[in-house]
């Protein structure tokens, strides 16, 4: 049988229209959520990434205030922008859009960002909330994951769950998020040997690897729930995942597709972020 598809796209949708319904609860107490989204240089990818961001705050009522810098932007300068936005109460999430250009170093700019504005939750504090299980922002694209497989009714409790990959946005994070969730979560990674050994013990697979066509039947077993995380070119230009879809989804329960899978979760996940950091503003000022 084939696997059901697991429709990120709708899933979003439904989801957006919650936050949507939020935001103009918090808009009517006053607070319109804000997100800064900050562009250094001219990465083609970012600058597509930060327009898409634009757009999903301008749908969901969040005013978005982007910030974009030549490639010759100081540390220093990016610094002092960072430290601007952590004090202006108007800004509920701040976004730095990475990669950054190599002589801005990456860790030193998020530890920056206050964790009360850190709606992609790279800050090490917000990483540790997560890993010691208190209410943070969750790294959107692992978060997204928890909220289809919630949709879906699958429950992670009690599986086993295999994550390739162990960036620190997608893999570790989304590891993370399933044991939280008491699943039993093993880590593979590219020194891992059998690999195969691995996924074919999984109920739940997580690919994060950067690889068309990684994931192959022989890599599944029968029923299993394949999350595709990659965002790859094939050999024609066209957009695809780490997953071979059409062998993986005869053998699969349950198969995210790209694009329209997690890719659209990324980005609505951001606007929760955001939306329940001016929340958690709102409930500050009232406290
Ligand atoms: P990274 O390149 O940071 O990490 C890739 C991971 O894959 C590493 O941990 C690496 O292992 C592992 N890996 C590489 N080769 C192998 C192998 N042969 N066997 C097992 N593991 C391997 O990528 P990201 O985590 O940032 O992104 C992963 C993919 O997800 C990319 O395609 C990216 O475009 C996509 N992505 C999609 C998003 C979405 O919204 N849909 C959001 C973010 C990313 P090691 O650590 O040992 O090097």
Not at 132 to 156: H, N, R
Not at 250 to 270: C, D, H, N, Q, R
């Amino acid at each position: 049988m084939e696997a059901k598809l697991i429709d990120g796209k709708e899933i979003a949708r439904k989801t957006r229209m919650e936050i949507a319904e939020k935001v103009l609860k918090l808009k009517d107490e006053g607070i319109t959520p804000g997100l800064a989204v900050i562009l250094v240089g001219n990465n083609q990818a970012s600058k597509l990434y930060v327009k898409n961001k634009e757009k999903a705050c301008k749908e969901l009522g969040l005013n978005s205030f982007m910030i974009e810098y030549p490639e010759s932007l100081s540390e220093k300068e990016l610094l002092d922008k960072i430290s601007e936005l952590n004090q202006d109460n108007k800004v509920h999430g701040i976004l730095v859009q990475l990669p950054l250009p190599s002589h801005i170093e990456e860790k030193k700019i998020i530890e920056a960002i206050t964790p009360s504005k850190d709606v992609d939750g790279f800050h090490p504090i917000s990483i540790g909330r997560m890993m010691t299980g208190q209410d943070t922002f969750y790294p959107c694209t692992p978060y997204g994951i928890m909220v289809m497989l919630k949709e879906m009714d699958i429950e992670p409790a009690g599986k086993h769950v295999v994550v390739v990959g162990r960036s620190n946005i997608v893999g570790k994070p989304a590891g993370q998020l399933f044991l939280n969730e008491n699943a039993t979560v093993t880590y593979c990674h590219s020194r891992t040997k059998d690999l195969k050994q691995f996924t074919k013990q999984a109920d739940i697979i997580v690919s994060a690897v950067g690889k068309a066509n990684f994931i192959t039947a022989d890599h599944v077993s029968q029923g299993a729930v394949v999350i595709d995380v990659g965002m790859n070119r094939d050999e024609n230009g066209k957009l695809c995942g780490d997953v071979s879809f059409d062998e993986v989804k005869e053998k699969a329960g349950f198969i995210t597709p790209v694009p329209g899978g997690v890719g659209p979760m990324t980005i609505t996940m951001l606007m929760y972020n955001t939306m329940k950091a001016a929340s958690n503003a709102s409930k500050m000022q009232h406290a």
